[in-house]
């Protein structure tokens, strides 16, 4: 339990760094049981390539995370419209709203729990 604790912990921290740099339609999806990739996952829209990689960043410089944050080819990835953190238990998802509708993925992990949900 202190695992799934410190998981959430970390989750409910980039959501709240993605919420501080208004990032839009925020959910955090609970895919703990189904997904061996990892626990959580936050999903998030941002309204440019900076903004996605000013959200990294944030979520990579938070004191909290840094130590867990893997963040690779920042920019290649703000350029896909698509940037991926991995905190470990916890995957940090920043769209650009073409491609998360494209991707779709809170539909592929429909059977995860919605523990937040973020207009």
Not at 41 to 65: C, F, P, Q
């Amino acid at each position: 339990m202190v695992l799934r604790l410190e998981s959430l912990d970390a989750a409910h921290e980039a959501v709240d760094t993605i919420t501080r740099l208004m990032g839009e339609s925020i959910v955090l999806l609970d895919l703990q049981g189904i997904s061996v990739i990892s626990d959580f996952y936050v999903i998030a829209t941002g309204t440019s390539e900076r903004h996605l990689k000013a959200m990294a960043r944030a979520i990579a410089d938070n004191t909290v995370l840094k130590r867990r944050a893997v963040v690779r080819s920042l920019d290649e990835q703000a350029q896909s419209g698509w940037v991926l953190l991995d905190l470990g238990d916890v995957m940090v998802h920043l769209f650009m709203s073409v491609q998360r509708d494209y991707y779709s993925l809170e539909e592929l992990w429909s059977e995860g729990k919605v523990v937040l949900r973020m207009q």
